[in-house]
Nanobody, 123 residues
């Protein structure tokens, strides 16, 4: 399983960015996907999550500003970020709970993390 995050960059406060996270792998089924972020000196925090059925959950600090979505056909997760604030500056990481079927048709369950993409918001 591989997760490739992209879309980070530098943006001014009040601006917008859209992050993407593409999952790939053989015989793969993706369940819940999540965005986390980690700022320097701070603990990793959940930003948003979305199930395969489309149910979403958001961290309190981003409610009303960020929107999580996914394209199940493409196994791709998105995060639309608007009204960005300086305190949104962090490395954003995606994760995915998955099932894949090995060469013996046995289900293998796991969780994988992407490499992260840096978002820098200037005030």
């Amino acid at each position: 399983v591989q997760l490739q995050a992209s879309g980070g960059g530098d943006v001014q406060a009040g601006g917008s960015l859209r992050l993407s996270c593409a999952a790939s792998g053989r015989r793969l089924r993706i369940n819940t996907m999540e965005w986390y972020r980690q700022a320097p000196g701070k603990q990793r925090e959940l930003v948003a999550s979305i199930t395969s059925g489309g149910s979403t959950n958001y961290g309190d600090s981003v409610k009303g500003r960020f929107t999580v979505s996914r394209d199940n056909a493409k196994n791709t997760l998105y995060l639309q970020m608007t009204s960005l604030k300086f305190e949104d500056t962090a490395v954003y990481l995606c994760s995915a709970d998955y099932i894949y079927y090995n060469d013996y048709d046995e289900p293998v369950v796991g969780r994988h993390w992407g490499q992260g993409t840096l978002v820098t918001v200037s005030s």
